[in-house]
C-alpha cells in the first residue's frame, strides 16, 4: 500500500470519528453560550441551576419515556453514523442530553428577556390565544388520527394548553409562546441538523406513515409542537422548584 493510501485511509478514519460527536456536539453548542451567561452579573442564572434541574429531570422523564416508546415502534430511529453508540434503553445518550440541553438554553432565553422586558399578555388576551390554540391542535390530532406522531404531539399539546391554563392557573403561556417563536431561528439550526439539514444523511429518521409530511426544510412541523410542549412544562415545574429557593 502506497503511502498516499496510507494516508487517505488515516484522514477516514479520523473523519469518521469527528462525525460520530456530531449530535453530542449540538448539544454542547445549544448550551454552552447560555451556561456561561448564566453566570454575568445581571443575570445570574447560575442561582436557579437546581430549579432548572429538578423541572428537566422531571419533564425529561415523561418526554424519554415518550422517545423510546417510539423508537420501540419504529416511529423514528435513530443513524449511528453521527454517534457515540452509547444507548439506554435503545436511546442514545445523545438523545438523553437532547432533554437537559435544549430546555437549558430556552428557559435561560425566557428567563433573560423576562427580566429585561415587559412581554405579559392580558388575561383575556391568552385565554383567546389558549382556547384557540387547543382547539386547532384538537382539530389536527382528530384530522390525523391514524397518523401516531401527530395524533399524540397535538393532542397532548391540546390538554397541555387547556390544564396550564386553566386548571393550574398559569399566566405566562402567552409571553412563552412569543418567546418560543423568537427562538425559531435556533430551532431551525438545530433540529434542521438533527434532521438532515447539511448533513449526508438525518441523525433522526421518521417513518412516514408517522407524520404529516409537512416539513420546514427538513423538520417535521410536529417538531415545533413537540418543542412548544416540552418547553411549556419545563416553565411550569422551573417556576414551581424557583419558589422553594427563595
Known amino acids: 500500500m502506497g503511502t498516499g493510501k496510507i494516508f487517505q485511509n488515516v484522514f477516514q478514519q479520523r473523519k469518521n470519528l469527528m462525525i460520530q460527536y456530531t449530535y453530542l ?12 451567561f448564566s453566570f454575568h452579573q445581571k443575570i445570574r442564572f447560575n442561582r436557579h441551576f ?14 424519554i419515556l415518550w422517545d423510546i416508546w417510539f423508537t420501540a415502534n419504529g416511529v423514528w430511529w435513530f443513524n449511528y453514523k453521527y454517534l457515540l453508540g452509547l444507548k439506554i434503553s435503545e436511546l442514545p445518550i445523545e438523545e438523553i442530553l437532547f432533554f437537559i440541553c435544549i430546555p437549558f438554553s430556552c428557559i435561560f432565553t425566557y428567563f433573560c428577556l ?13 385565554k383567546i390565544l389558549v382556547s384557540v390554540g387547543s382547539l386547532a391542535f384538537l382539530a389536527i390530532a382528530l ?3 391514524d397518523r401516531i406522531y401527530t395524533f399524540v404531539t397535538f393532542l397532548s399539546a391540546s390538554i397541555s394548553l387547556l390544564v396550564l391554563f386553566f386548571v393550574l392557573k398559569v399566566r405566562w403561556i402567552g409571553k412563552a409562546t412569543v418567546i418560543y417563536i423568537i427562538l425559531t431561528p435556533g430551532f ?3 433540529n434542521g441538523i438533527l434532521t438532515g ?16 409530511g409537512l416539513r420546514l426544510l427538513t423538520i417535521p412541523i410536529e417538531d415545533f409542537f413537540y418543542g ?14 424557583k419558589k422553594t429557593e427563595n
Do not use: Q
Not at 456536539?25 to 456561561?36: A, D, G, P, R
Not at 439539514?197 to 404529516?212: E, K, Q, R, S, W
Open 228 to 241: 412548544y410542549e416540552m418547553i411549556l412544562w419545563n416553565l411550569y415545574f422551573f417556576y414551581k422548584f
Open 114 to 126: 423576562d427580566k429585561f422586558f415587559k412581554l405579559d399578555w392580558s388575561r383575556d388576551s391568552e
Open 25 to 36: 456536539l449540538i448539544n454542547f453548542f445549544t448550551v454552552i453560550v447560555c451556561f456561561i
Open 188 to 190: 431551525l439550526l438545530v
Open 197 to 212: 439539514t447539511g448533513l449526508d444523511a438525518p441523525i433522526v429518521n421518521y417513518n412516514p406513515t408517522g407524520f404529516m
Open 143 to 145: 384530522y390525523h388520527h
Open 50 to 63: 437546581g430549579a432548572f434541574i429538578k423541572a428537566s429531570l422531571l419533564v425529561g422523564f415523561v418526554f
